[in-house]
């Protein structure tokens, strides 16, 4: 078959020219773009990414290339992904079309005859999906999108641009292609652009052929490169950067990041300042996570702060963040001074107060982007100046003085053992056991959550299992204190814990706190395995050491899943097979809200202190959930849910209706005797 | 503007279960915590606002033994103050109220302070040195002051929390003693780390002789005969029902006595 008989390249010297000094501007243009928008990456504080280089590699292909994360919202997902497959198709079409411009017949080499119809077929899905998005951006606009009063213009214009520019570099590919098809009588792959644009141009002449060819060819040239260029700018820098945003996302969870990486714990004296006080105290890689934040408010769409209306909005962090860095780091131009700190800036104080590090934003992020690292690092510089509000003051000075955020006495950590109804050995009174229970403060100081050490402490004797508790050696373990950015006493905490765990000669350590439980996974280093309750329950259960009897109410039971027992610890089938073991129980989920997007009761440790002004209790809001789902009573994991749930109950007036029980409890009230 | 802060260190009642000791001359002090008093902290935090916005410095001072008045210092160091100063010697134990307003008069009149701060009461205090330091000095003296004015050139203006939360004002000409209410202002956060940062500051110490003071007028001329703790008393009432119930009945006393309109 014979070319057609007019190209781009062959179009005069002129345009020859002219297509070579499009890419030439265009990625000179580019280029300097991307060198303004690396520069505060270069100042920033260091990161350590580049370990776990294949499990990276997996996130790549699940998260990135996968899409992973997109299908969870259905529609958007879906036509996320026809666009992404769409740009992978595209973008080898797209650079030969660049080189075409200059010189003739030029092809990649590897992209066979079958490249022709998937690139025509991507396109065609594309346009389709741009049409849908279109309609979906411009009439039914999802209330997630919205930008609240005061934090700026919303960005359905930048959308309908971007959506505009890649259906123009859509249509222009396509008539492009039909024309020289339309030249030459070759065929069309059938239902794409170029077959549909091939039957519009049937009827005109070569003259007319080779103008439509070269101005589609124009057209796309300077969208192609206009829109490279483009893309830093705001939300769509994502396309960009997202790549190596999931290569250099978390791999861990549960962790939270050192205050400086490569400094050890023991050298923090060492450190002049502690957090992130203004903007180069982030790492690289969270500004990476501003870049890329494609501001699609799935964060906050399952940020519990933001449903109870606190002043906090994930998806904010990272859009504020990211212009106040294009602010500070314009195009052209020095750096401009930080007008001031961080927090007081673009950040309130209690904006940073409300998270409680439930991970529900992470979990939903497509991308990867971090924020409780963030959240932490703020509120470490926060607690270095002093801004800490005056209802933690108490409970962080008791932690330092007593150990316990309540301030009660040392030697009253293990009273509650009395009224277990077993004996408790103590290494405080020189006991010892093979498995260490860490009960943590609220277990052991709280009257109410008290009852939960007591049916732990019976459950593992039921099951045989030869146990030990700390006493007033124990400390608490630190895991809010450490959320909470006081790293130091939380260091201190995890001293002396560490200390007595190794002198008590214990082989496991169990717990029935999730926040007990992620600490001494995640923040300690050297202890013998953890385990949570749960696990250990659900084993029992298997081996036929605990044998329980049918629940005979009637009632529908839900769990909860604590935030660190769920999706920082990846422990959501032990309770609900513990669940499933009691005969009759009837058990209900709260669909959608239920797993990895289980709602915070509102959050632990130091939350139960402080109050962030908001229209309504995470716990309320959970209660009502699990009444929707049609429960009756919810078990839970975790003795701060359980606080925070029987509240709930008790604000929402629906004491009498509904139960809030913890997973021990219930067990231990259906154990056979 | 020069400011010196009188800090005492207190077990805390938040963080102690205090306990009457047998003999009832002391309370049990086995198992105490201790910290800085609760209205001192306020007093500090004060003092270093006024210095952030007028310039000058705060010396933060306490008696007490050496180690003891170190620690207590030394953490309000780690909030700001530049200087710090203990005042220690075994003639000072056991000193009332009057004694310790005569050891931090003689600190007070070493410097040359235009204010002096102290908390409107200790938790194991009496809320008298304050007003008897003022005394000593011959300075002009305010008490449960909620807010400072400094005016350039002009006396200072103090606001007052008086009895029903009522608010007042008044003009006070520098030096001058102010005892702190709590609710001035929002005391910062000082953790492990502000107090390892002042670890090595250098804090002096003065005794009886340093402060030209003479052992034996400091004797307590206030002695103490007794704690207990009293029996409970009758009078109370519990309210029993629903939760609606309940708030009704109590909404019905609170108007019945008065308490609310």
Known sequence: MSPAPFSPASSGTLFRALFMLIPAAGLACFGWIMARRVRPLLLAAPDDRMRHVPRRLLLVLKLWLGQGRHPRYLLAGVLHMVLFFGFLALGARSAQMVVLGFRDGFAFPGLGAWYG?????????????????????????????????????????????????????????????????????????????????????????????AA????????????????????????????????????????????????????????????????????????????????????????????????????????????????????????AGPAKAEPAPLVGGIFSAEEIWSCTTCGACEQECPIGIEYIDKIVDLRRGMVEDGLVPQSLQKPLASLEKRGN?????????????????????????????????????????????QKIAQATARLLAKAGVDFMVLGKDEKDSGHEVRRFGEEMLFQSLKEQNTEAIRASGAQRIVTGDPHALNALRHDYEGLPPVQHISELLAEGLAGGRLRLRAAGDGRAFTLHDPCYLGRHNGIYDAPRTVLDAIPGLRRVEMEGACRDRSFCCGGGGLNLFHEVPEAKRMGVARVEQARAAGAQVIVTACPFCLTNIEDAIKVAGLEGRMEAVDLCELVDRQLEP | ??????????????????????????????????????????????????????????????????????????????????????????????????????????????????????????????AQVGGMLAALLDWPYASLVNRIEVRVGAPLVVGREIEGGAQEVSEIDAPCVLSIQTG?????????????????????????AALGLDPSTLGARVRRLDYFVPPAGVGAEMLEGSVDEVAGKLVDLLKAKGGIK
Request: charged share 20%; hydrophobic share 45%.
């Open chain 1, 405 to 449: 955020p309540y301030g009660k006495l040392e030697k009253k950590r293990g009273e509650w053992a009395a009224a277990a109804g077993v004996p408790v050995k103590s290494a405080e009174t020189g006991g010892t056991a093979p498995t260490l229970y860490f009960v943590d403060s609220v277990s052991s100081y709280d009257e109410r959550m």
């Open chain 2, 1 to 126: 503007m020069e400011i010196m802060v009188c800090v005492k260190r207190v077990p805390d009642p938040a963080e102690n279960e205090i306990g009457v000791a047998p003999g009832g001359q002391d309370i049990l002090r086995d198992d105490l915590v201790y910290g800085v008093n609760e209205w001192d902290n306020y007093a500090v935090e004060e003092a270093l606002r006024i210095v952030e916005r007028e310039g000058g410095s705060v010396t933060v001072v306490s008696v007490g033994a050496r180690e003891q008045a170190e620690e207590v210092v030394r953490r309000e160091m780690a909030m700001g103050a530049e200087q710090g100063l203990c005042l220690a010697d075994p003639a000072f134990e056991g000193a009332d109220g009057q004694g310790l307003a005569a050891i931090l008069a003689a600190a007070v009149r070493r410097g040359s302070y235009d204010l002096v701060l102290t908390g409107a009461l200790a938790d194991d205090g009496a």
């Open chain 1, 117 to 209: 119809p998937a690139k025509d077929w991507a396109a065609a899905a594309a346009l389709l999906a741009v049409a849908v998005l279109a309609v979906r951006r411009g009439v039914f606009r999802p209330a997630r999108y919205a930008v609240p009063p005061g934090l700026g213009p919303g960005h359905a214009g930048e959308a309908m641009l971007v959506l505009g520019l890649i259906a123009t570099l859509l249509v222009s590919e396509g008539l492009f292609e039909a024309s020289q098809l339309a030249a030459t009588g070759a065929p069309a792959t059938v239902l794409s652009l170029p077959w549909a644009f091939k039957g519009l141009l049937a009827a005109a002449g070569t003259g007319t052929l």
């Open chain 2, 184 to 208: 001035i202002n929002e005391p910062r956060y000082v953790g492990i780390r502000g107090i390892r940062k002042v670890a090595s500051a250098e804090i002096p110490v003065l005794g009886a």
């Open chain 1, 212 to 331: 439509v060819n070269l101005a589609a060819y124009t057209v796309h040239d300077l969208t192609f490169f206009g829109f490279l260029c483009f893309l830093p700018l705001g939300k769509h820098f994502h396309v960009i950067t997202s790549l190596f945003n999931v290569f250099f996302m978390r791999v861990e969870t549960g962790n939270v990041k050192p205050v400086r990486h490569g400094v050890a714990s023991q050298q923090l004296d060492q450190l002049p300042s502690f957090g992130v006080k203004r903007f180069e105290d982030f790492t690289w890689k969270h500004m990476l996570d501003f870049y890329s934040c494609a501001d699609c408010g799935r964060c906050s769409d399952h940020c519990p702060a933001n449903a109870v209306g606190r002043p906090l909005s994930p998806r904010f962090i990272s859009i504020k963040a990211r212009d106040y860095g294009f602010r500070l780091y314009p195009l």
